[in-house]
């Protein structure tokens, strides 16, 4: 809640639980529902990238510290320690090997996958807009989603049976919508002895992408097929893959999109 003084709850569940079996971590949730206006969410959004900078810029230096030595400039063939300097052949090998064979997860030592049903996100805004019925009332959006799900928590995601509902009128709806981090060019096009790559770009590629980066000047990655692999996917852009499935839009008469645009 904003405030215990406050009645509106901004976020509830009626059923939560975390099972942990080996490697994998599962998230599952039941009727969840969210509310939020616009100003709440700018103060949240403020407070995360203050909270987020602070805590990557602490473990830059944290990091850079670590990794000063006299030979910073030269890649070196030793021991993987705990904190290895991003120029550690030892490591890039490691870290390279353990995403090809997939031994490490994108989200790092577990899987942390995700499953939610019936859940209802609703928005509210003080601006006015005519209903379907031109009555002047205040904005209203609801998102509603049958099942949210996740194989690799932060990497990739999927909606069933999306919905979008202004004013408690349906306007967009998608049997399926999916994302996943990945590159501009598919990741299955990065073969090894005709095995492909992860199609799910993670924290363990970031730190190959980082390794082979740095040591690149060196031709360090050079005279390995995984290597030339990963400097080639290394330089390659980053984003998100959207897939849809059965979209389907409905607009009635006098559809207030220049007052939604306002």
Same mark, same amino acid.
């Given at each position: 809640?904003?405030?215990?003084? /406050?009645?509106?709850? /901004? ?19 039941? +009727?969840?529902? +969210?509310?939020?206006?616009? $100003?709440? $969410? ?13 805590? &990557? ?9 670590? %990794?000063?030595?006299?030979?910073? %400039? ?11 300097? %991003? ?11 353990? &995403?090809?064979?997939?031994?490490? &997860?994108?989200? +790092? ?15 509210? &805004?003080? !601006?006015?807009?005519?209903? !379907? ?15 949210f799900s996740s194989e690799s928590a932060g990497e990739e995601f999927t909606f069933s049976k999306l919905s979008l509902e202004l004013l408690n009128e349906r306007f967009i709806n998608f049997d399926k919508l999916s994302l996943r981090s990945s590159l501009l060019? /598919?990741? !299955? *096009?990065y073969e090894i002895n005709g095995n492909s790559l992860p199609e799910i770009i993670g924290r363990c590629f970031y730190e190959c992408r980082a390794r082979t980066l740095a040591c690149y000047e060196k031709g360090i990655s050079k005279g390995s097929l995984l ?8 330089? *390659?852009? $980053?984003? /998100?893959?959207?897939?849809?499935? %059965? ?14 645009? *306002?």
């Amino acid at each position: 809640r904003h405030q215990l003084k /406050y009645k509106k709850k /901004y976020f509830s569940v009626s059923r939560f639980g975390v099972v942990q079996t080996g490697d994998f971590v599962d998230i599952l949730m039941k +009727g969840v529902k +969210g509310s939020w206006k616009p $100003m709440i $969410m700018v103060h949240l959004l403020k407070l995360v990238r203050e909270v987020t900078l602070s805590v &990557w810029m602490t473990m830059l230096v944290i990091r850079r510290a670590a %990794n000063e030595s006299e030979n910073e %400039n030269v890649c070196l063939e030793d021991e993987i320690s705990a904190n290895p300097s %991003n120029k550690s052949i030892s490591a890039l090998n490691f870290f390279a090997e353990a &995403w090809r064979s997939r031994r490490a &997860w994108p989200s +790092g030592d577990k899987l942390h996958r995700l499953f939610a049903t019936d859940v209802l996100i609703s928005a509210e &805004w003080d !601006s006015k807009i005519p209903s !379907s019925t031109k009555e002047i009332v205040p904005m209203k959006v609801d998102l509603r989603v049958e099942v949210f799900s996740s194989e690799s928590a932060g990497e990739e995601f999927t909606f069933s049976k999306l919905s979008l509902e202004l004013l408690n009128e349906r306007f967009i709806n998608f049997d399926k919508l999916s994302l996943r981090s990945s590159l501009l060019k /598919y990741v !299955s *096009d990065y073969e090894i002895n005709g095995n492909s790559l992860p199609e799910i770009i993670g924290r363990c590629f970031y730190e190959c992408r980082a390794r082979t980066l740095a040591c690149y000047e060196k031709g360090i990655s050079k005279g390995s097929l995984l290597r030339e692999a990963l400097l080639e996917a290394a330089n *390659d852009s $980053m984003g /998100y893959l959207i897939e849809v499935e %059965n979209v389907s839009i409905s607009l009635w008469h006098l559809f207030p999109l220049s007052e939604i645009m *306002d």
